[in-house]
Structures are given as structure tokens and as C-alpha cells.
């Protein structure tokens, strides 16, 4: 009699066993497969005691000897009626389940070949890749034998474009870049399926299967076939078998830490699955730079096979059409090859990326591997080439492509080999901050970003444009972060002096190379100056200003600020911080421009006069703007709006709620009387609702009505706050600013409902720290934090205690991290003295770490 309970329990030991195996840890071929087999065996035995008409088969990564400790176990039930086998079917079903093998089944019969194959050709794909389990097997032959008989050319071709359609989707939701910080093993580009798509596409192509009755996975067994019937470098072999096996290694190890099928490679899973590896020396950044280098070897493998699929299957072009470039080089269509097969210089190969660029082509196969090879030896050699800086700097002032140009270089390792400053760049990231990818793709994503704003009508774009020598820009963006690999605190003045000599080395003039050095100097000055300061004082002006050589550094330094912004990922970039970047960038313009101080700049434009000439302006209106002296009030709110909160103000309402939605936030704006304590007050009310606050402003009129506006999400959903909220949330800043609620414990009641959830939305750590800055009539504070629901009611609650007011504020947050600056007095209105700077940031930090 079958033992269910038995089989349930080796399972469960079985699977310790092979994964907790540190001699199988090294080889992930070997232990997905052991894991499979084992799985395979308990299922035969349990078809075994049964009698049956129908035939079973695995499918997916069952059926390819690669199941990581918790993967579905797909299987595919084939028979002639599904309805006269529903009850066999069941009975089967039951018996894995109470095995401990929790299947996953679909049920086919004969019809649904040609039904499928007219419908759905994703699901009939799927009946490629089975392997026969037990059961009927001539059910089974019949089967395959009538899939594959199917398979027509027009079919075939109909299944690889929809494969192509499949997998761009597939980019589009999961990463196109093989560099995703916290990647998809399985799905994100250059994960697992990137080899099993050519995999796919190759086996219908030609029609062709793989021997399935041996104890080899079929990945390797693939790999093997490629080798004996492509034109195939060894070398590329082995890397595509090492990197392949590198993903599922980490995979498994995803699995058995998680405890669940998860292929999210998060943060914390690096960590952990970096010290089980051994890495000692940055365990996390080194085990996650060698993922990177093995992603990008199946994603340009993918790349690559896909591209000649592609051609395999468009019209072929006569060779009348093909155009010789050089005596090297030729296109065809928009195909580049290599006349004769033969050992390329980085000179030369630099040339064939010259000609990418400039006639829109990609390379054809051959010459795609040759170049991976040629430079893969360079790099092994520690080759460094003395070759000519003309090709490159050609590429860099191509009229356009020039960042598709770089980042195919960067995805075949040239840039690498040309420039070996870059190489460490390649796959390094920086957990717990705001950014979603590598270094170098970061980088790549920033002037790809700068190439798309000459086809926008926008000031930004217009300046863009504009500009002359294009090539320096995209040099100093291609080198902005060249010194995070060494240092990322004060990156931009170790970059600035690799930048320096990179330039020379390329034989820049001195004025190219001091531009350059500026601009990697000062990259994060214009965004910080803009996001944390108050642009509507003076002092800041005339800072900002004082160490900007010119108009045109200066056009420059906008430019690479809105590059870098908007490359680090698509919700840091928004609306308002465009609006303040763009406010910062035209006042320090007209300073430059008539060689005047801030003070100068400010006393000239009253803020009443910037409004635009087509709007009325009556005295009320006039009065109310240039009683906040805020110009960053004009960028946030209409004039309606505006008009709205003087009518407001002259009803004399104690506190007004408005609620408006922008973009992927909710705006809150409160009107109210001005008190030390307000912030905290209205942070307080904000956090007890449940509402994550990601940025955060402050106006306040001379008469001490204060005006302070929240963009604002929903703490589950991360979603915009429903409608149906909006009373609750109106009354609890109201009672919240009237002294009705106690806020404090309202705060610690709903905390304690917060625990379980906060760990899955704020998983990055990030570093706390707070800094302070002289100012004339001020003490500012910046305040680092990692991000969690609460942070800014508890750091204004601790201002308030330590008896500061906070006169302006700006609240960003980063992803999962928060840079809050606060504009400060004692209660005298005098700055905080230096002495007391220790503990205030003592009693911050520790405000923090409690919350944390």
C-alpha cells in the first residue's frame, strides 16, 4: 500500500538534503536536477498503484530537470475527453496532494491542438516543453506527434513573433535593464527565461527536440547542442554555462532562505545569500557586481539569438543593396558585417560602433560575437590599447543614438576596455538609497534621457538644443558618478579628478576639461541647492551663484542635474521638481546675465510681478504674494487656487483642509494660524490616517497665516487618498491644530497596528544622520533618514520640544529615503548656537531610532 505520510516527509527531507548540500551549492545544474528527479520518482510511484487511460507529463521547469526548492510543479494531464477523465483526473490529483506534492495541473485533450493554436499561442507553446510522467503513453506519442506535425512554416512564424510580443511585455513589467537593483531571477532582462525564450524559439524554428531521458537539465543540454551544431566560441559557451548556472545557484538559495517560491532578489536576500556564498570584503556589493556581469551575459546572449530569429524570419534583402563602408566594413539594409573574419583592435572596433550610430544599424551576428570575443581577450589581458580617441569622440557628437551607441558598447564590455576608469562602474549599486539600477546603467539611462528633450517644446528642451557642444554634456554625464566605485560619500570630487584625466587622455582642450571637471564637480549642488534650500532667500542665491563660472556652466550644470534626476528612477522626477529646478535656474540666469546679487535680484521682482502678464493682478492678490515672498507658492498652486486661500484667509476660517489630486499624490493644504508646534501638529493628524507624506512645503504669510501643502499617499495601497476619507481627515487636522485630540497617543494607538506591514513597504536602511549649516539669519538642519511612516511627525515633534521653530521647511523623499531640511530658531528668534548643535542631533537621531 502506498505511504502518503512517508512520501510527504521525505519531501520535505529530500529537499534540506540536496539544497542545504554545500558540495551541490557550487553546481545548480546538478542540484535543480537531483531536486526534479527525486520529485519525478515520488509522482511515478504514486501513478504506479493506479490504472489509467490518460497520460501525465511535467511541463516548464519540471520538465526541464530545473525546480528550485519551492518552484510550481506544473504538470499536464493529456487525454481524449476531459470530461469522461474528470473523475480519474481528481483522484490523482488528491493522491499528490496528500503526498505533500502540491501540483499544478492543466488538462488537455486532442482538440485543444488546433483549438489553441488559433487562439492562444502563448498556451500552445506551452505543449512543447512536456516530458512524459506515466500513465497511457501511446496517449502521450499521439500527442507530441500531432503538435509537431502542426508546425507549418506560417505557424512557426506566427509562435516567434508572438514570442516577441510575449517577451517585450514581459520587459516592460519585470526590467528591460540586466541590472535592476532588486531584480526578478526569473523574469527581469537577463534572468533565467532570457534562455529559455531562445531556447523556445530555436527548438520551433527547426522543429527540432531534446533528448529528455537523460539526468541533465535541459539548459545544459541546449548549450551542449549549440556548441556541436552553431558557429559557436567556446569561450562563450563557458560563460553563458557559469552565468546560467550563477542565476539558478541564486535562485535556490532565494528559495531556501525565503522559505516560499519568491524570485524577487530584494536587499536583504543579497545580504544573506552573499555571506552564504563566502563573499567576505563587501559581501553584498561583490556577490551582486558578479549577478550583474552574469545577467548581462544572458541578456546579450538573448539579445543576440533574437536579432537573428528576427532576421530568420523578415525579408531577405538582395546583396545589390549592400554598401561598402570601408575596406572592412559593410552594410546591408541596416545590418553592419565584417568583410573577413579576423582579430579586431579597439580602434577598429570603435569605428563599427561610429557607424552604429550614424546609419541607425546593429550588428549582424558574426560580427557581434567577434567583437564580444576580441574584447573579452583584451580584458582578460588587462590589454590596454593605445588607440585613437577620434572614434570615440566622433560617437559622442553624432547628431543622435549616441546613448544607444554607449549602451551597446557598455553591454559588449567596450567601454570597459576603452575606458578601464569606467570598468568598476559596471554592476555596481548602492542599496538603501533611491536608485533602481546599476552605476553604468544609471548613467546610460541619464543621456538617453537628454536625447529625448530635443523632440519636447519645453524651456529645458529649448536649452538643450541649444547647445553647441553636445559631446562635452554627454561626457560629463558619461563620468559624473566615475568616483562612487571608490568612495560614494564625496564621489563628485574624487570623480572630478578621473574625469580631469580622462579628458586630457582623450586630448580635450584646457577649457573642455575644466567645463567637464565642473560639471562632475558640482552635479548634486544644483538639485540640493533647489530641494533643500530656500531659493527666495538671498544667501542661498548668492551661494549658488558665486562658484558658477558662467552662463553657458551653468546651462550645463541644468542640463546634467535634470539627467541625473530623471535616470534614477520614474517617480523621482515630478512636476514640482521641475518647477523648482527650472525657478532656481532662471533666477541664478538673470544674476549672471546682469552681473547682480541676490539681494538685487530679489528687491527688482516683487513676486506679484513674475505672474503672468495675462492674469489680472488686483491689490488683494498682490498683497497676499508678496506677504509670503515665496516664489515656490506661485509653482504649487493656480491662481484660482491662490484666490481660493485669500478668500479663505479674509473669512477669518480657524483652519481650512483643501484636498486636490497631482499626478500619483493627493495634495493636502492646511490655512492656519502660525505656531511653533504646527508642523508636528499637522504630521501628527496626517500619520494617524494612515498617509505616508513624500513631500512637503511651507509658506507662511507676515502676518503668521501659515499655508503648508503635503503631497500625500496612502500607506497600503500607495495609492492617492479615496474621496471618502477626505471628512476624517479634514476634522483630525482640525482638532489636531485646536488642541482637541491628543495626537501623541492617537500616534502610538495606530503605530502598533503598523509593525507587520512596515517591513514589506520600507525594506531599505539606509543611514540616519543630521547635519547643520550656517546661514545668516537661520540655523538650517538636514535631516537623513530611512523612511517610515511617522519619521516627519516625530522629527518635528522633537523641534518643538527642543524648543526651535521651524520658519521653513522642505520634505523630499528618495524611494525609501527622506532628506528633510528645517530653516530653525530658539524661541527668541535667534539662531541656535553652535554648542548646542551635538545635542540636538543626539535627540534627533535617537527620535528616529525609536521609531525605527
Known amino acids: ?231 559557436f566560441y567556446p569561450r562563450a559557451v563557458e560563460r553563458l554555462y557559469n552565468s546560467y548556472n550563477f542565476v539558478l545557484k541564486t535562485r535556490n538559495l532565494l528559495h531556501i532562505i525565503s522559505g516560499f517560491k519568491n524570485d524577487r532578489l530584494e536587499f536583504d536576500y543579497q545580504e544573506k545569500i552573499a555571506k552564504i556564498l563566502g563573499y567576505e570584503i563587501n559581501p553584498q556589493l561583490n556577490f551582486m557586481k558578479e549577478y550583474f556581469t552574469a545577467t548581462n551575459v544572458l541578456h546579450r546572449f538573448s539579445k543576440t539569438w533574437l536579432l537573428r530569429f528576427e532576421e530568420e524570419i523578415s525579408p531577405v534583402l538582395s546583396d545589390y543593396l549592400t554598401i561598402k563602408l570601408d575596406d572592412d566594413f559593410s552594410i546591408k539594409g541596416r545590418v553592419i558585417s565584417i568583410s573577413k573574419n579576423r582579430n579586431l583592435n579597439l580602434s577598429e572596433i570603435l569605428r563599427t560602433f561610429y557607424y552604429r550610430g550614424l546609419y541607425e544599424a546593429r550588428f549582424d551576428q558574426n560580427l557581434r560575437s567577434l567583437i564580444i570575443e576580441n574584447i573579452q581577450e583584451m580584458l582578460e589581458e ?111 570630487i574624487i570623480g572630478a579628478e578621473i574625469a580631469s584625466s580622462i579628458c586630457n587622455k582623450l586630448r580635450y582642450s584646457e577649457d573642455e576639461i575644466e567645463l567637464v571637471r565642473f560639471l562632475v564637480r558640482n552635479h548634486l549642488v544644483m538639485e540640493q541647492t533647489a530641494f533643500r534650500r530656500n531659493i527666495d532667500d538671498p544667501v542661498t542665491l548668492n551661494n549658488f551663484v558665486k562658484n558658477i563660472p558662467s552662463v553657458h556652466a551653468l546651462d550645463m550644470l541644468y542640463l546634467i542635474t535634470y539627467a541625473d534626476l530623471s535616470a534614477v528612477s520614474p517617480a523621482v522626477w515630478t512636476r514640482w521638481k521641475n518647477d523648482l529646478l527650472n525657478n532656481l535656474y532662471m533666477k541664478s540666469r538673470t544674476m549672471l546675465e546682469n552681473n547682480i546679487t541676490g539681494e538685487e535680484l530679489l528687491k527688482i521682482q516683487s513676486f506679484s510681478e513674475i505672474i503672468d502678464d495675462t492674469i489680472e493682478v488686483d491689490d488683494s492678490l498682490k498683497e497676499h504674494i508678496d506677504a509670503i515672498n515665496n516664489s515656490g507658492y506661485l509653482l504649487q498652486y493656480t491662481i484660482d487656487e491662490i484666490n481660493e486661500h485669500i478668500d479663505l484667509i479674509e473669512k477669518e476660517s480657524k483652519t481650512s483642509v483643501l484636498f486636490k489630486k497631482i499626478e500619483q499624490f493627493t495634495n493636502i493644504t492646511v490655512i492656519t494660524s502660525n505656531t511653533n508646534s504646527l508642523l508636528a501638529k499637522l504630521c501628527g493628524a496626517l500619520t494617524i490616517n494612515d498617509i505616508n507624506i513624500h513631500d512637503a512645503n511651507i509658506f507662511t504669510r507676515k502676518n503668521d497665516i501659515a499655508i503648508d501643502s503635503f503631497n500625500v499617499t496612502d500607506f497600503r495601497t500607495h495609492e492617492p487618498i479615496e474621496e471618502s476619507r477626505y471628512d476624517k481627515i479634514r476634522n483630525d487636522v482640525r482638532n489636531s491644530v485646536g488642541d482637541n485630540i491628543q495626537i501623541n497617543r492617537e500616534f502610538y494607538q495606530v503605530k502598533k497596528k503598523w509593525w507587520r506591514l512596515e517591513n514589506k513597504f520600507f525594506s531599505r536602511k539606509g543611514k540616519i544622520a543630521v547635519k547643520f549649516e550656517p546661514h545668516d539669519k537661520y540655523t538650517i538642519i538636514d535631516v537623513f533618514s530611512p523612511d517610515r511612516l511617522g519619521l516627519l511627525y516625530a522629527i518635528t515633534k522633537k523641534i518643538s520640544e527642543l524648543g526651535l521653530s521651524i520658519h521653513f521647511a522642505k520634505i523630499a523623499t528618495k524611494g525609501d529615503d527622506v532628506v528633510d531640511t528645517f530653516y530653525v530658531l530658539r524661541d527668541d528668534e535667534k539662531k541656535v548656537l553652535s554648542n548646542q548643535y551635538e545635542l540636538i542631533r543626539y535627540e534627533l537621531i535617537e527620535a528616529i531610532k525609536e521609531l525605527l
Open 1 to 231: 500500500m502506498l505511504d502518503k505520510i512517508k512520501i510527504r516527509k521525505d519531501i520535505s527531507k529530500e529537499r534540506e538534503k540536496i539544497f542545504n548540500d554545500p558540495l551541490n551549492l557550487r553546481d545548480a545544474y546538478k542540484t535543480s536536477a537531483l531536486f526534479s528527479m527525486f520529485i519525478e520518482n515520488s509522482i511515478k510511484k504514486i501513478l504506479a498503484s493506479k490504472k489509467t487511460k490518460i497520460a501525465l507529463a511535467s511541463v516548464g521547469s519540471f520538465s526541464r530537470y530545473e525546480l528550485s526548492p519551492y518552484s510550481d510543479i506544473d504538470v499536464i494531464f493529456i487525454c481524449e475527453s476531459v470530461k469522461k477523465s474528470e473523475d480519474e483526473i481528481q483522484n490523482i490529483i488528491t493522491s499528490f496532494w496528500d503526498s505533500g506534492i502540491e501540483v499544478s495541473h492543466t488538462v488537455r485533450e486532442f482538440t485543444d491542438i488546433e483549438k489553441f493554436k488559433k487562439s492562444d499561442l502563448h498556451t500552445f507553446t506551452q505543449f512543447f516543453e512536456t516530458k512524459f510522467l506515466g500513465g497511457n503513453k501511446n496517449i502521450y506519442k499521439q500527442w507530441r506527434h500531432e503538435i509537431t506535425t502542426s508546425l507549418n512554416e506560417e505557424l512557426r512564424r506566427n509562435l516567434i513573433l508572438d514570442f516577441f510580443t510575449d517577451i517585450k511585455k514581459r520587459l516592460e513589467k519585470y526590467g528591460k535593464s540586466p541590472k535592476v537593483l532588486e531584480p526578478n531571477v526569473k523574469y527581469t532582462a537577463g534572468g533565467l527565461r532570457s534562455v529559455h525564450d531562445v531556447e523556445w524559439i530555436y527548438l520551433i524554428r527547426n522543429i527540432l527536440t531534446l533528448d529528455k531521458q537523460t539526468q541533465k537539465t535541459q539548459t545544459e543540454l541546449f548549450l551542449k547542442f549549440l556548441r556541436s551544431q552553431e558557429k
Open 382 to 492: 588587462e590589454d590596454e590599447q593605445n588607440s585613437s580617441s577620434a572614434f570615440f569622440r566622433e560617437i559622442l557628437r553624432l547628431p543622435k543614438n549616441v546613448s544607444k551607441v554607449l549602451t551597446t558598447m557598455n553591454e559588449l564590455n567596450v567601454l570597459s576596455a576603452y575606458l578601464p576608469e569606467f570598468k568598476d562602474m559596471v554592476g555596481f549599486f548602492q542599496p538603501g538609497v533611491y536608485h533602481c539600477y546599476a552605476a553604468d546603467e544609471h548613467t546610460l539611462f541619464a543621456i538617453r534621457n537628454l536625447e529625448k528633450l530635443e523632440d519636447t517644446q519645453s524651456l529645458i528642451g529649448d536649452l538643450f538644443s541649444s547647445i553647441r557642444d553636445k559631446d562635452i554634456l554627454y561626457l560629463a554625464v558619461l563620468l559624473h558618478d566615475i568616483g562612487k566605485p571608490i568612495n560614494l560619500t564625496g564621489h563628485e
